[in-house]
């Protein structure tokens, strides 16, 4: 089975794919983030550096996927292929990071990769608002995330909504600016209390 787990940069998809893991025996599979070899370059001049760190990104995620199909047991993973185009992709073309040359060809290598896997199992989404957001960010304290304008964090969350709203498969939507699933265990288990529901009665919508 494969769980992912989708949100914005800060929303925290890290920390609870660990709790997670570690709650039900699941095994991890975490985005490639700190071995990025373009992610520092990109915050720095986004505009020159998002068709390469699109591009690394996207071979990572289609290795995991294809990776977890191979898999046994069930695999939590933290971001999944389809979000990191239809969100983080798609709002650098709009914002014109990404030109339409470097796109249709970043989009032609995704259309073929994606029509060899399958979407996740369940999908959770943690939706948080901007401010919720820079909250967090701030607090982890991430050299290259300190340049991220609230225009771009803006950017995401609007096509986070409309990606989620249009979405189909199974989801488990988590207001993750009311819990706090790290520090305080009644919020984490009113998380693993519906994903039980959903696990229990065979994925509902």
Not at 8 to 13: V, Y
Not at 34 to 45: I, K
Not at 103 to 122: E, G, R
Request: proline share 2%; no cysteine.
């Amino acid at each position: 089975m494969h769980i992912g787990i989708a949100g914005n940069i800060g929303s925290g998809k890290t920390t609870l794919t660990k709790m997670l893991s570690e709650h039900y025996g699941w095994t991890p599979k975490y985005e490639a983030v700190t071995y990025n070899p373009y992610l520092e370059d990109y915050y720095d001049d986004i505009h020159r550096w998002s068709f390469n760190l699109e591009v690394y990104f996207l071979t990572q995620r289609f290795k995991d996927i294809l990776a977890i199909n191979n898999a046994e047991g069930t695999i939590i993973q933290d971001r999944t292929i389809f979000e990191g185009v239809r969100i983080f992709v798609a709002n650098n073309y709009e914002m014109g990071n990404l030109s339409e040359r470097d796109y249709n060809t970043y989009m032609d290598l995704f259309n073929l990769m994606i029509s060899l896997v399958k979407a996740p199992d369940l999908l959770i989404y943690l939706k948080s608002s901007v401010p919720h957001l820079v909250a967090q960010i701030q607090k982890r304290g991430r050299e290259y995330e300190k340049s991220i304008s609230l225009e771009y964090l803006s950017g995401l969350n609007e096509k986070y909504e409309k990606w989620i709203e249009n979405y189909d498969g199974h989801i488990l939507i988590i207001d993750a600016d009311n819990l706090d699933f790290a520090n305080r265990p009644e919020d984490f288990s009113a998380i693993t209390d519906q994903i039980d529901a959903r696990l229990y009665g065979l994925f509902s919508k």
